[in-house]
């Protein structure tokens, strides 16, 4: 279980995400600060679903995650899945790790 400020770091990116238009997403957190094995300078590794992804990841929505990723937390770290991906993807490494072990985060009601 990853520490309630890197919970409330990701709920205020996929707010601002949100108010960027990415209006179905959530996050899933994975990596060091799931596994506890981090420390004051690793980073936030995050996907990031939603269906804006699922007709391909667009150059400008990758420069807009890590745009808003470097005004919110700079150690958030957002990878771009689409929803259909996330769920019927078996073949990639990184999304099997992140279904295993990650920990699902909506965004603030």
């Known amino acids: 279980m990853a520490d309630e400020a890197v919970i409330i770091a990701v709920k205020k990116y996929l707010s601002k995400l949100k108010d960027s238009g990415f209006e179905d ?3 899933v957190l994975y990596g060091s600060q799931v596994t506890g ?3 004051e300078w690793s980073d936030i590794d995050i996907l ?9 990841i667009r150059r400008e929505h990758v420069n807009l995650l890590w745009r ?4 919110t937390d700079s150690r958030i770290e957002p990878i771009p899945v689409g929803k259909l991906q ?13 279904r295993r ?4 985060i909506s965004p603030a009601a």
């Not at 808003?68 to 005004?71: D, G, K, R, S, T």
């Not at 996330?86 to 992140?98: F, Q, R, T, V």
């Not at 072990?101 to 699902?104: L, Y």
Request: negative net charge.
């Open 25 to 27: 997403c959530f996050a």
């Open 48 to 56: 990031i679903i939603s269906s804006i992804f699922d007709s391909g």
């Open 68 to 71: 808003i990723a470097a005004a």
């Open 86 to 98: 996330y769920n019927n993807d078996d073949g990639n490494a990184l999304i099997e790790i992140a």
């Open 37 to 39: 094995n981090h420390d």
């Open 101 to 104: 072990n990650g920990q699902i």
